[in-house]
């Protein structure tokens, strides 16, 4: 499994030395690993077996879970209040506009300028405005 470098660099150090919450990173490593990691964008996984994976207790995991959706890095959803959860890892920090192609392919969505800018553009050759036209 690849990893980004950003988990290790700055996001490890933010939740362990900054939010003092080791757990919270170990809860979200173990998700990346079960969605990113496998290919998939969300996972529905009991507290109790997160847990056991990470090998922490039940109450640190809910505390981790906790803390990681209140910093909008991780989503949770319940169909019921006693409902396994299904999460969704959140990667705030990448920006980029990519989608999956039906063929499995990866590309990036172009940029299009808004029109604004294209008529300020002089050599162009759009009208400014609609006197020109007629």
Do not use: N
């Amino acid at each position: 499994m690849k990893v980004d470098p950003y988990l290790i660099d700055t996001l490890m150090r933010d939740l362990v030395a900054h939010s003092r919450s080791p757990a919270a990173f170990l809860v979200y490593l173990q998700l990346y690993r079960q969605t990113h990691g496998a290919g998939r964008e969300s996972v529905a996984i009991s507290h109790t077996v997160l847990a056991g994976l990470i090998g922490i207790s039940k109450r640190s995991v809910q505390i981790a879970v906790a803390h990681l959706a209140g910093r909008r890095l991780i989503r949770q959803r319940k169909g019921r209040p006693t409902a396994v959860p299904v999460y969704t890892v959140l990667t705030p920090w990448i920006r980029k506009r990519i989608r999956e192609h039906k063929w499995g392919r990866r590309f990036r969505l172009p940029h299009y300028p808004a029109l604004s800018d294209i008529r300020g553009a002089p050599d162009c050759g759009l009208p400014q405005s609609l006197a020109e036209i007629s």
